[in-house]
């Protein structure tokens, strides 16, 4: 056992950990809560252990990819002698030059560089024109700066180190087999010890950010954590912990070759220019002007990541660096995969990736400080931390001597933060908790004892929107959506509970719902996503939200995408009236409720583009910030990106005044509403594709009516509701579901309200899909009037089916 007086200053890297990630580590988010937490900035490009243990930024190490342009030694001037006509056949036909190569690469290596040296994908011709940059490990006398274990070493503290690439060598090099090695490495006299745990890097690269196999590999990584952490607790008087993600991992939205592109500049390698394809940049170097100047022009209409300019490379701190790390650098967009490159030049892209942006909020890590002996330091902020900080706060924690004050990490009081709304006035929090606390009581008066009382939607998130009224009183901009879990089914004593507490409060709605709590089987959608990962509990059981599986957005359906859209598509018809069209002025509980229906559009439509690209969370503000970083190097349009940008942006901070006008707001959003409509439909609906809205509600129809099964039992159910009952004509059988024949008419009903020419006949398509099996008033008359008819009808459809 260690002497009593014995500390040990943990170095804990958990590769590509997001701040995010937390949600799915509980031990991991319980040291957050108790500790100090910010995010880690990536260094530029992959390059990062100077920086941990040496303090140096990219400018002061020189470099920031592992391979560097330096002909003179590379060490793979072996390949000059193999680059034979047969080196540009096959792939196949290179591997064995390819390894000849390499294993002479690796006989003029030091033993830390031969454990990851390769010559990966670049081209065999190529090779020789390139070395790798770092041969030494930091705990190599002659690794180039002083580090910090050559401190540790001259002080005589014994440190100990189990990281890539020398964790290789292991008998079992996994995250687990590697955890066993320390804890039989360990021993008392230890001081200091850097741990690097690697399986979520590739698991994130190879599955995406967000998906099943992540979420798996991150509970293996909680466990491991906890394992080597309270370890560590037990065996040392005290522990500081340093924990952090490298990197995080951004979603790949497509892929962009460049081939072409280079090979436009109509220049050649090794006597013009040379480049290097890494996964998310371009690195150029120029024989002569002229090729500098070709390569830009060639350049000049790539879209999807740009070529940094002198300010941008002041701004990522690496405009002093080695001439051998690149003259020119194209930085991919994040989500842009540059795709073949030289470490993946053919097969399956991968499914996320970094080396983007660092202060793109997917790609920063985690960052997590524990002081043995403070615990003042629970709940304190320390914004972004750079890499090269690290360093300082290492010596500061070890005790390891400094000829000048080390300077501390900043720390911020912990934030305030509500449980229900982001509105920094305590009274939006207070008139929150009253409504909440209202209808509780009512809940347990109506339907007596209860499990639990469940709140979802964005006031479950802690993101609920609040307005002020003329006297200064706060408002819930939207509805309050609650579950009461309870084993006796008590949705009919709720509905009309909830239509009495929406008035005694003054909202728009109440969704009072029911559930009996047995969750296990409940499929993935983004309803059962967010109350999962949205909601929280105001009365009753506080783990039952445990019992819903733990989903993966990855895996949400192109359905919920196409749903989404619908919903909301009625949800804008549910605030406009055919008076609207006419030119009548809007009421402002008019404007007001419309606002908060455009706001939901614009959201739906960014969250139908997260979905496909596998990224969509239960935050507003984390899908907000995802979707202004992915959105440009997906090629969305400028316009695109302001609508959703400012519908979540509306959500977090309402104001009203962003909708001065409405309907112009929504004469714009219903194009590119409906484009997506037609888009994730072709995605749903497999095989000829729609180009055109009518055909695509057809078949969106036609294939939510092949189940024929599902559609009779669908059918009964809405049958049995006086409400959606009394809207059809006799009821009879029916081929068809009623709930997607509703839904099918919304977007082309919207459609219809801002048709510049033709609209009488598109009326008329929506009347005669509807009166096949609705009783409709006659369609006839100005198109407001006729409009509003068929209007009316088909949201009070849509209530009874949606609410």
Same mark, same amino acid.
């Given at each position: 056992?260690?002497?009593?007086?014995?500390?040990?200053?943990?170095?804990?890297?958990?590769?590509?950990?997001?701040?995010?990630?937390?949600? #799915?580590?509980?031990?991991?988010?319980?040291?957050?809560?108790?500790?100090?937490?910010?995010?880690?900035?990536?260094?530029?490009?992959?390059?990062?252990?100077?920086?941990?243990?040496?303090?140096?930024?990219?400018?002061?190490?020189?470099?920031?990819?592992?391979?560097?342009?330096?002909?003179?030694?590379?060490?793979?001037?072996?390949?000059?002698?193999?680059?034979?006509?047969?080196?540009?056949?096959?792939?196949?036909?290179?591997?064995?030059?390819?390894?000849?190569?390499?294993?002479?690469?690796?006989?003029?290596?030091?033993?830390?560089?031969?454990? &990851?040296?390769?010559?990966?994908?670049?081209?065999?011709?190529?090779?020789? &024109?390139?070395?790798?940059?770092?041969?030494?490990?930091? *705990?190599?006398?002659?690794?180039?700066?002083?580090?910090?274990?050559?401190?540790?070493?001259?002080?005589?503290?014994?440190?100990?180190?189990?990281?890539?690439?020398?964790?290789?060598?292991?008998?079992?090099?996994?995250?687990?087999?590697?955890?066993?090695?320390?804890?039989?490495?360990?021993?008392?006299?230890?001081?200091?010890?850097?741990?690097?745990?690697?399986?979520?890097?590739?698991?994130?690269?190879?599955?995406?950010?967000?998906?099943?196999?992540?979420?798996?590999?991150?509970?293996?990584?909680?466990?491991?954590?906890?394992?080597?952490?309270?370890?560590?607790?037990?065996?040392?008087?005290?522990?500081?912990?340093?924990?952090?993600?490298?990197?995080?991992?951004?979603?790949?939205?497509?892929?962009?070759?460049?081939?072409?592109?280079?090979?436009?500049?109509?220049?050649?390698?090794?006597?013009?220019?040379?480049?290097?394809?890494?996964?998310?940049?371009?690195?150029?170097?120029?024989?002569?002007?002229?090729?500098?100047?070709?390569?830009?022009?060639?350049?000049?209409?790539?879209?999807?990541?740009?070529?940094?300019?002198?300010? %941008?490379?002041? #701004?990522?701190?690496?405009?002093?660096?080695?001439?051998?790390?690149?003259?020119?650098?194209?930085?991919?967009?994040?989500?842009?995969?540059?795709?073949?490159?030289?470490?993946?030049?053919?097969?399956?892209?991968?499914?996320?990736?970094?080396?983007?942006?660092?202060?793109?909020?997917?790609?920063?890590?985690?960052?997590?400080?524990?002081?043995?002996?403070?615990?003042?330091?629970?709940?304190?902020?320390?914004?972004?931390?750079?890499?090269?900080?690290?360093?300082?706060?290492?010596?500061?924690?070890?005790?390891?001597?400094?000829?000048?004050?080390?300077?501390?990490?900043?720390?911020?009081?912990?934030?305030?933060?509500?449980?229900?709304?982001?509105?920094?006035d305590p009274a939006a929090e207070q008139i929150v908790q009253q409504h909440l606390d209202t209808i509780v009581a009512a809940v347990r008066q109506r339907v007596g004892p209860f499990e639990a009382v469940v709140l979802t939607g964005s006031f479950g998130r802690g993101e609920?929107?609040?307005?002020?009224?003329?006297?200064?009183? *706060?408002?819930?901009?939207?509805?309050?959506?609650?579950?009461?879990?309870?084993?006796?089914?008590?949705?009919?004593?709720?509905?009309?509970?909830?239509?009495?507490?929406?008035?005694?409060?003054?909202?728009?709605?109440?969704?009072? /719902?029911?559930?009996?709590?047995?969750?296990?089987?409940?499929?993935?959608?983004?309803?059962?996503?967010?109350?999962?990962?949205?909601?929280?509990?105001?009365?009753?059981?506080?783990?039952?939200?445990?019992?819903?599986?733990?989903?993966?957005?990855?895996?949400?359906?192109?359905?919920?995408?196409?749903?989404?859209?619908?919903?909301?598509?009625?949800?804008?018809?549910?605030?406009?009236?055919?008076?609207?069209? /006419?030119?009548?002025?809007?009421?402002?509980?008019? #404007?007001?409720?419309?606002?908060?229906?455009?706001?939901?559009?614009?959201?739906?439509?960014?969250?139908?583009?997260?979905?496909?690209?596998?990224?969509?969370?239960?935050?507003?503000?984390?899908?907000?910030?995802?979707?202004?970083?992915?959105?440009?190097?997906?090629?969305?349009?400028?316009?695109?990106?302001?609508?959703?940008?400012?519908?979540?942006?509306?959500?977090?901070?309402?104001?009203?005044?962003?909708?001065? %006008?409405?309907?112009?707001?929504?004469?714009?959003?219903?194009?590119?509403?409906?484009?997506?409509?037609v888009t994730n439909i072709n995605r749903l609906c497999h095989g000829v594709t729609s180009h055109d809205l009518p055909d695509a509600m057809q078949r969106y129809l036609a294939t939510m009516s092949e189940d024929a099964g599902r559609v009779v039992a669908d059918n009964a159910y809405f049958l049995s509701q006086p409400g959606f009952r009394n809207l059809l004509h006799a009821p009879a059988p029916t081929p068809v579901s009623l709930r997607h024949l509703v839904y099918s008419a919304l977007p082309q009903l919207l459609a219809t309200a801002f048709?510049?020419?033709?609209? /009488?006949?598109?009326?008329?398509?929506?009347?005669?899909?509807?009166?096949?099996?609705?009783?409709?008033?006659?369609?006839?008359?100005?198109?407001?009037?006729?409009?509003?008819?068929?209007?009316?009808?088909?949201?009070?459809?849509?209530?009874?089916?949606?609410?």
């Open positions: 056992m260690p002497a009593p007086s014995s500390t040990l200053t943990l170095l804990l890297l958990l590769d590509a950990f997001r701040p995010d990630y937390l949600r #799915h580590t509980p031990y991991i988010r319980s040291l957050a809560h108790s500790g100090a937490t910010g995010a880690l900035r990536e260094c530029f490009g992959f390059l990062p252990r100077a920086a941990y243990f040496g303090g140096l930024n990219a400018e002061q190490f020189g470099f920031t990819n592992m391979y560097c342009f330096d002909p003179e030694n590379s060490i793979f001037s072996s390949a000059r002698a193999v680059v034979t006509p047969v080196a540009s056949g096959t792939p196949e036909s290179q591997e064995p030059l390819r390894r000849f190569v390499e294993a002479k690469a690796r006989e003029r290596l030091p033993a830390f560089a031969r454990q &990851y040296a390769t010559a990966a994908q670049i081209p065999l011709a190529y090779l020789p &024109y390139f070395d790798l940059v770092e041969k030494r490990a930091p *705990w190599d006398k002659r690794v180039g700066f002083e580090s910090l274990f050559a401190l540790l070493d001259q002080q005589g503290i014994p440190w100990h180190q189990s990281s890539w690439p020398e964790t290789n060598r292991l008998p079992d090099p996994s995250d687990a087999g590697i955890v066993g090695h320390v804890l039989k490495s360990l021993r008392p006299e230890h001081r200091f010890a850097y741990v690097h745990l690697q399986e979520l890097d590739g698991t994130g690269h190879a599955h995406g950010p967000n998906s099943r196999e992540l979420q798996a590999r991150l509970a293996q990584t909680d466990a491991l954590c906890r394992q080597l952490i309270e370890y560590a607790r037990q065996n040392y008087a005290a522990v500081n912990l340093v924990l952090f993600g490298d990197h995080g991992m951004v979603n790949v939205t497509r892929t962009l070759d460049l081939t072409e592109v280079i090979l436009g500049a109509k220049l050649r390698f090794g006597s013009d220019f040379a480049y290097f394809l890494d996964s998310t940049m371009v690195r150029f170097w120029f024989y002569h002007r002229r090729a500098g100047q070709a390569v830009r022009e060639a350049f000049q209409s790539v879209s999807g990541g740009r070529l940094l300019s002198a300010d %941008d490379l002041k #701004h990522f701190g690496i405009a002093g660096c080695d001439r051998r790390n690149g003259e020119l650098i194209f930085l991919a967009d994040p989500g842009v995969l540059l795709f073949p490159n030289f470490f993946q030049g053919d097969g399956t892209p991968i499914k996320g990736m970094h080396g983007y942006d660092p202060d793109c909020a997917d790609n920063l890590g985690i960052f997590l400080l524990h002081r043995a002996g403070q615990p003042s330091l629970a709940g304190r902020q320390l914004g972004r931390v750079n890499p090269h900080q690290i360093f300082p706060l290492l010596k500061e924690l070890i005790g390891l001597p400094v000829a000048a004050p080390v300077p501390s990490l900043a720390t911020q009081a912990p934030k305030t933060v509500g449980r229900f709304t982001p509105q920094p609920g929107g609040v307005y002020q009224d003329d006297s200064g009183r *706060w408002h819930p901009v939207n509805d309050y959506d609650i579950f009461v879990v309870s084993p006796r089914d008590c949705s009919q004593e709720l509905k009309p509970l909830s239509e009495s507490l929406a008035k005694e409060l003054g909202l728009d709605y109440l969704d009072l /719902g029911w559930t009996d709590g047995q969750w296990a089987q409940w499929s993935l959608t983004v309803a059962n996503y967010d109350l999962k990962y949205g909601s929280q509990v105001i009365a009753g059981e506080t783990k039952i939200l445990d019992r819903l599986p733990n989903y993966a957005a990855a895996d949400l359906p192109v359905y919920e995408a196409v749903k989404l859209l619908l919903n909301r598509t009625a949800g804008l018809l549910t605030g406009l009236r055919g008076e609207m069209l /006419g030119g009548t002025a809007l009421s402002a509980d008019q #404007h007001r409720y419309l606002s908060n229906q455009i706001a939901k559009a614009q959201m739906a439509l960014g969250d139908s583009y997260l979905i496909h690209w596998g990224g969509y969370d239960a935050s507003y503000r984390l899908r907000r910030e995802r979707f202004a970083a992915l959105a440009p190097g997906a090629g969305l349009s400028g316009d695109i990106a302001s609508q959703v940008t400012q519908g979540y942006d509306f959500k977090l901070h309402p104001d009203y005044s962003i909708y001065a %006008d409405p309907l112009a707001v929504i004469r714009r959003l219903r194009t590119h509403l409906e484009a997506a409509v048709a510049d020419g033709g609209a /009488g006949e598109s009326l008329e398509v929506s009347h005669r899909l509807l009166a096949t099996h609705f009783q409709l008033p006659q369609s006839s008359g100005t198109h407001p009037e006729a409009w509003e008819n068929l209007r009316g009808t088909t949201v009070a459809a849509w209530f009874a089916v949606h609410h």
